[in-house]
């Protein structure tokens, strides 16, 4: 089983080109991750800025009207659309946290457990570097982001059971 010349020039080509493609997704990859990172910077600041706005607002207008039936899933809506906006800062601060702290390994630990892992490798990265101010503020978005999450659907929930029972009232009167 002996290999001529040809077959063995043939053989490593493949080798090294295939050498050299890994090489190149994992630059694409960094230069990917850098670019990101650096967007993040620039908007993490206007996103803290909407987000604390918006929370005001959920909290002094969207919970009040929660409690009457006609402004409920209008309410309910705003809330389930604001957790929206609170969810994807705190991604972009869990992922900057991740990234400042622990590098692009931790960042890559975080995005490879499906994306949201940068949450909990945020708030373990700065509980280890004793950045309790930071790790306050990722737990302080994240119960906002599900908490308004949560509280939308359920409030939208409300709103049906009652429309429900409201249209089932009237077509008994019909009959």
């Given at each position: 089983?002996?290999m001529n010349?040809?077959?063995?020039?043939k053989?490593?080509?493949?080798?090294?080109?295939?050498?050299?493609?890994?090489l190149?997704?994992?630059?694409?990859?960094?230069?990917?991750i850098?670019?990101?990172f650096?967007?993040?910077?620039?908007?993490?600041?206007?996103?803290l800025?909407?987000?604390?706005?918006?929370?005001l607002?959920?909290?002094?207008?969207?919970?009040p009207?929660?409690?009457?039936?006609?402004?409920?899933?209008?309410?309910?809506t705003?809330?389930?659309?604001s957790?929206?906006?609170?969810?994807?800062?705190l991604w972009?601060?869990?992922a900057l946290?991740a990234?400042t702290?622990?590098?692009?390994?931790?960042?890559?630990?975080?995005?490879?457990i499906?994306?949201?892992?940068?949450?909990?490798?945020g708030i373990?990265?700065?509980?280890?570097?004793g950045e309790?101010?930071?790790a306050?503020?990722?737990?302080?978005l994240?119960?906002?982001?599900l908490?308004?999450r949560?509280?939308?659907?359920w409030?939208i929930g409300?709103?049906?059971?009652?429309?429900?029972?409201?249209?089932d009232?009237?077509?008994r009167?019909?009959?």
């Amino acid at each position: 089983m002996r290999m001529n010349i040809s077959e063995k020039i043939k053989n490593a080509g493949c080798l090294i080109f295939g050498i050299l493609f890994l090489l190149g997704l994992i630059l694409t990859a960094l230069f990917i991750i850098k670019g990101a990172f650096w967007i993040g910077e620039k908007v993490l600041p206007f996103l803290l800025d909407v987000t604390g706005i918006v929370s005001l607002i959920v909290f002094f207008v969207f919970v009040p009207m929660t409690f009457f039936k006609k402004t409920r899933r209008r309410a309910g809506t705003a809330l389930l659309l604001s957790s929206f906006l609170f969810g994807l800062t705190l991604w972009v601060y869990s992922a900057l946290v991740a990234y400042t702290l622990w590098g692009l390994l931790g960042l890559f630990i975080g995005l490879f457990i499906l994306g949201i892992g940068v949450v909990p490798v945020g708030i373990i990265a700065a509980l280890i570097s004793g950045e309790w101010i930071m790790a306050g503020s990722i737990i302080y978005l994240l119960i906002l982001a599900l908490g308004s999450r949560l509280f939308g659907l359920w409030t939208i929930g409300k709103s049906e059971e009652k429309k429900e029972g409201f249209i089932d009232a009237e077509y008994r009167e019909i009959e």
